[in-house]
């Protein structure tokens, strides 16, 4: 049997899942990117925010409940305003960066 013949009828190599394929760049987050087209500036989810900041749900989800990391309730989704998520992170203490070597001692 050929590979075309094991294919489902009217799906193509570019339809199916693959493991290892890349995903779909206009479904990619925005990071960054995505300025030109206004993505940037829309409001997170708090798995958005979750993912994009390595936080866990239930530490944002306690952040938004003691009031430091503001949110807006649209529907039935909790959504974090992107403005309220870079004032908050930018509000967070900062660190010295961490030295490479020999420990002494």
């Given at each position: 049997m ?6 489902a009828?009217?799906?193509t ?8 394929r ?9 990071g960054?990117?995505g300025?030109?087209?206004g993505t ?5 989810s ?8 390595s ?5 944002v ?6 009031g ?5 309730l ?13 004032e908050?992170?930018l ?6 960066p961490?030295?490479?070597g020999k420990?002494?001692?």
């Amino acid at each position: 049997m050929t590979d075309d013949s094991k294919r489902a009828k009217g799906t193509t190599l570019s339809n199916r899942a693959h493991p290892r394929r890349k995903t779909d760049p206009r479904r990619r987050a925005a990071g960054l990117k995505g300025w030109e087209n206004g993505t940037l500036l829309r409001p997170l989810s708090v798995r958005e925010f979750c993912a994009r900041t390595s936080l866990g749900k239930t530490y944002v989800t306690d952040l938004i409940s003691s009031g430091e990391l503001p949110s807006i309730l649209l529907g039935g989704r909790r959504l974090i305003p992107m403005a309220a998520a870079i004032e908050y992170l930018l509000g967070l203490p900062r660190v010295k960066p961490m030295k490479h070597g020999k420990k002494k001692g």
